[in-house]
């Protein structure tokens, strides 16, 4: 299994009694570390109005982590085009590669308040999932239902604010096909008049699709024969249809000549799985955070989490079972075999692992411990 390359995605993650700066210093600490530790790459998710996590913008974090390593990928997963132009995105991430040539990795997200948000309907897979279980044990819950956060005063809010008066989102197809064209100095309006991005034209980036399901995301990276990340750590019940609707759709490319899959997970590692589960104890309330519409909180202790889930509801259990029952938690022997399953389950090329802690200490711990027992594999 150490042919398959793991990765690293950071939110940037803010500790209860931390704050923003001490996060930014966090992940520059945290990239330089999965580095030396061998993860072939370091990506950034985007976030906004999320009060436990600090990582707003990927292009900035990416061209401080960019300047603070050496060898490692670096890359977004994903920016959200949402609430942003092909033009912007290009000009971005071609600046970090004039200075950083051949290390970023792009990733293109349909996020960012796109209508519709994400369908709660599954789709057909060849790989049937029984009890909850794909057929190599691999835990597919049952699928939650975004409408209640989409429609929620603060995303609303979170809209107004990312968006131009009376602006809209460009379609997600059309803007792909910019992004690729700016990159390629191909990009022609309806009229013929060229657009030249610097920088940005010719910059050596790897772009990605990121897809929470088998919908729009996975047509569009497998008819632009681009690379995919399928969303196990989010988006759980998905993952299978995800990876086979990307494959279904692939055509070769200039890019690819056959497809390329990523499969991201949530863990937490330590020793032994008492002390991992220990550790892990504040999830369940920073999910709840997100999925009550709030906004992630900042990351409670286990002392804090456990407070704070004292007199929880079964209703508050189930908000975010699906993402506790799929989080890897324990000694680095248990968590590199539910990796396993995972990459067995989804025929993914590579993994893509997050770690939430409290303490920056025991983050960074827990990647040392997964890259040594990854690597002896």
Known sequence: MSAIPLGVLDLVPIPSGSTAARALHNTIDLARRAEEFGYARYWVAEHHLNPGVA???????LALTAAATSTIRIGAGAVQLGHRTALSTVEEFGLIDALHPGRLDLGLGRSGGRPGGRSTEARPTTSPVVAGRAPNGLRIPSRFSFE??????RFRLQQRLLHLPGAGPQDYDEQVDDVLALLRGEYRAADGTEARAVPGEGARVQVWILGS????SAAVAGRNGLRFTANYHVSPAAVLEAAEGYRAAFQPSEHLDKPYVSVSADVVVAPDDESARELATGYGPWVRSIRTAEGAIPYPTPDQARALTDGWTDADRTLVADRVETQFVGSPGRVADQLEQLQEATAADELIVTTITHDHADRVRSYELLAAEWQRR
């Open 148 to 153: 209640h956060v989409l429609n929620s005063p």
């Open 213 to 216: 399901s088998g919908g729009q």
């Open 55 to 61: 990582g707003s913008s990927p292009a900035v974090v």
